[in-house]
């Protein structure tokens, strides 16, 4: 897992719960006072430390049977092979867009599968990618985002409810992967909306032309399920 603030926290302690027994954290941030209220593995006295570490050991008190292996170090071109290269699947919990394309990037090629998400305001968003199966980032966007076209967690604010609820749908969508289930976000980008309620999945195909999982692979050692349903479009109030 990359990124241990209000998605990954609640990524961590759902596959705990899930019966994953390794679990990498990767982040290079220490707990900050304004943390406190969405990021909830860490408290008052954890502040100034290492968000990997302080999360670690919080994971390993609630599960001492739990192996979790903090790295406390940012995600960058130079470390992301080698420091996602022993897992055998990458959840994003970052904030950081040039972040959230590297793990696409590495994933994809590595055969890597990945499920990437992301919350700005009272929206959020998640999408399973299963490299040269199911469409990647670079299949809806070929080129990240400029500065002046991304509206950060700064400007925009961040719920954290809600990025509970991302981070532990994540969580779920590993699990499945990792046991075998379906799987309900392969090839189809979830919305949700905390202001409306309503909850959107859309089918999203893989693009003829992404140069990056154009390419196929061979079969993955254990084959997962996509939903068993494949819409469009499919919208919840």
């Known amino acids: ?23 990498g954290l990767v982040d290079g941030d220490r707990v900050e006072l304004s943390n406190l209220h969405r990021q909830l593995l860490h408290g008052a006295a954890d502040i100034g430390r290492p968000k990997a570490v302080v999360a670690a ?9 739990l192996h979790v292996e903090p790295h406390v170090e940012r995600i960058t071109a130079a470390n992301a092979t080698a420091l996602l290269g022993g897992y055998d699947f990458v959840i994003d919990a970052t904030d950081d867009t040039l972040a959230k ?36 980032l670079r299949c809806l966007f070929p ?30 969508e590993a699990v499945s992967y990792l046991t075998g289930a379906s799987l309900g976000a392969a090839g189809r980008l979830l919305t949700i909306d905390a202001a409306t309620l309503r909850v959107r999945a ?31 479009s499919k919208e919840m109030s």
């Open 1 to 23: 897992m990359v990124g241990v603030g209000g998605l990954g926290v609640a990524a961590a302690v759902e596959l705990a719960s899930g019966g994953v027994e390794r679990i």
């Open 57 to 65: 050991e919080k994971l390993v008190a609630l599960r001492p049977a």
């Open 101 to 136: 394309f590297l793990l696409n990037d590495v994933c994809v090629r590595s055969g890597k599968p990945l499920v990437y998400a992301g919350v700005v305001g009272l929206r959020g968003q998640l999408l399973t990618i299963l490299p040269h199966r199911t469409a990647c």
């Open 143 to 172: 080129e990240p985002p400029s500065d002046d076209e991304v509206t950060t967690c700064q400007q925009a604010g961040i719920l954290g409810p809600l990025a509970a609820l991302i981070g532990a749908l994540e969580a779920r």
């Open 202 to 232: 859309v089918a999203v195909p893989r693009a003829d032309g992404c140069p990056l999982c154009r390419e196929p692979i061979g079969p993955l050692a254990s084959e997962p399920r996509l939903h068993s349903t494949d819409p469009q």
